[in-house]
């Protein structure tokens, strides 16, 4: 197998653990992880779009680890408990 082969299935497989994480909605704790992984798996895919030369497909996970990143920031860092109710 193929390093790039690597980098694809690794990059699948941690995202479809990560959809499910967010999916199960079990608690602010495991959906935030669950962007900590979909997080891993967008810079795995970028890695290897680039390496495969598939810029569409880098492209789309840059803009999707942004994403994962503001979920990470809503799930796992902020503090809802400082907000004020609107």
Do not use: C, H
């Amino acid at each position: 197998m193929e390093m790039i082969d690597i980098l694809r299935w690794t990059a699948s497989i941690s995202g479809m653990i990560a959809a499910t994480m967010v999916a199960l909605n079990a608690g602010a704790r495991i959906t935030g992880w669950g962007f900590v992984l979909f997080s891993g798996s967008s810079i795995v895919w970028v890695a290897a779009s680039l390496l495969d030369g598939n810029s569409p497909l880098a492209v789309q996970n840059v803009v999707l680890l942004g994403i994962n990143l503001l979920g990470i920031y809503r799930y796992l860092w902020r503090n809802p408990k400082a907000e004020s109710p609107a």
